[in-house]
């Protein structure tokens, strides 16, 4: 799928391989052909962003679209990923979208506490998941209008 000849890059980053295997279903049942990067922890998912170690390689490893961020990942957890993507200039813009098996009340509201652009409650079936797959599709890539990531100089 492409936004203004753009390829769309949705960056999830879930550990759990069932989920992962539901939401990669999910997104190839929605009919839209979205370049998906599945990573595994949270601290992979900051290396990711800032293009370290394995994923040094912009072609490989380009600026996602979007994130699909899980709560419950090791080595460092979703709440605290989102805080450190919220946090630093560079990568604030990115859209990040809480996907996760949580419902507590606390979870949802830290996440708009510190920047998360949404909460999801991870559906257990593929029917479900492909409801949620296009309606994040049509909303995130048909109605909404995002950076391209590149960043301006504003004179003020």
Same mark, same amino acid.
């Given at each position: 799928?492409?936004?203004?000849? @753009?390829?769309?890059? %949705? ?8 989920? @992962? ?5 999910? $997104?190839?049942?929605? *009919?839209?052909? !979205?370049?998906?990067? $599945?990573? =595994?922890?949270? %601290? ?10 394995? +994923? ?10 979007? %994130?699909?961020? &899980?709560?419950?990942? =090791? ?14 200039? &560079?990568?604030?813009?990115? =859209?990040?979208? %809480?996907?996760?098996?949580? !419902? ?7 996440? +708009?506490?510190?920047?998360?652009? *949404? $909460? ?7 029917? &479900? #998941? ?10 995130? $890539? ?9 960043? #301006?100089?504003?004179?003020?």
């Amino acid at each position: 799928m492409r936004q203004n000849n @753009r390829v769309i890059t %949705i960056l999830i980053a879930d550990n759990n391989a069932d989920d @992962r295997s539901l939401v990669e279903q999910a $997104f190839q049942e929605s *009919g839209r052909g !979205c370049a998906l990067v $599945f990573i =595994p922890d949270g %601290i992979e998912l900051i290396q990711y962003l800032h293009q370290q170690g394995r +994923y040094a390689q912009p072609s490989t490893s380009p600026r996602p679209t979007l %994130i699909l961020l &899980d709560l419950d990942l =090791p080595r460092m957890d979703g709440r605290l990923a989102l805080a450190e993507i919220k946090a630093d200039a &560079d990568l604030r813009s990115i =859209p990040v979208v %809480i996907l996760t098996r949580s !419902c507590s009340e606390y979870d949802i509201l830290h996440t +708009y506490e510190l920047g998360g652009a *949404g $909460f999801i409650v991870k559906p257990n079936n593929l029917t &479900d #998941m492909i409801e949620v797959v296009k309606v994040l599709n049509q909303y995130w $890539f048909e109605v909404v209008e995002l950076s391209s990531g590149e960043r #301006m100089n504003i004179i003020k």
